[in-house]
């Protein structure tokens, strides 16, 4: 069902989509879209039931139709084994599309105590806050959103430098032996060596 949604979708059919997405009415839907949760092939948890709820949003918005649209991404997030915070931020959005700002920041509140640590999640509720028009509470979560990016930015580097530290270094290191084993020589001499390191500065591209 979920394939033949996606495909009806994509060829325009959106209330056959609609229909055809809705696990509300097919058990066995429920427990081929919530079960991929735990699927060993899967890199991210939930990836089938957030694309499903993704489609049934854009064909809902097509047809006018949000309100169905509002009711369906809630129910999503009621059968998932474990919560989700992508399906609370695409609520809080489908919610903030029919004018229910209130609801849509109660909605991402829940979102975010699931992942506090979510970007989008705190971007999204900068915008909320500002139609809503508590500008201070904006703020707040702009700078929320500023922190989580700093965050990953630091891990991320972190990440890399680990991995120089653990791998290339001895990987390096390796090679070297494995050359001066084999041809009686290092693969870089003395003289090139000095050179590298001379031509090191904080100053310049390197």
Not at 17 to 31: E, F, K, S, Y
Not at 58 to 71: I, N, P, Q
Request: overall charge negative; some cysteine; aromatic content about 6%.
């Amino acid at each position: 069902a979920f394939l033949v949604g996606k495909l009806l979708a994509q060829l325009g059919r959106h209330a056959e989509a609609m229909d055809a997405l809705d696990w509300r009415t097919n058990p066995a839907h429920v427990a081929y879209l919530a079960g991929n949760f735990a699927a060993p092939d899967m890199s991210t948890p939930g990836t089938r039931l957030r694309e499903a709820c993704a489609i049934y949003v854009d064909c809902a918005r097509t047809l006018s139709r949000m309100s169905e649209a509002v009711g369906y991404v809630a129910a999503s997030i009621e059968i998932t084994p474990a919560a989700d915070p992508a399906l609370y931020e695409l609520l809080a959005r489908t919610l903030g599309e029919i004018g229910e700002w209130q609801k849509a920041g109660e909605v991402l509140n829940r979102g975010l105590k699931v992942a506090p640590g979510s970007r989008p999640g705190w971007e999204l509720m900068a915008h909320i806050c500002t139609r809503v028009g508590r500008d201070d509470l904006a703020d707040d979560a702009r700078v929320e959103a500023f922190v989580d990016e700093v965050a990953h930015l630091i891990r991320s580097q972190a990440a890399g430098i680990l991995g120089n530290l653990m791998v290339a270094g001895p990987g390096v290191l390796l090679v070297q032996l494995a050359w001066q084993a084999a041809f009686g020589a290092p693969l870089v001499g003395k003289p090139q060596s000095d050179h590298v390191l001379h031509s090191l500065t904080l100053l310049g591209p390197t």
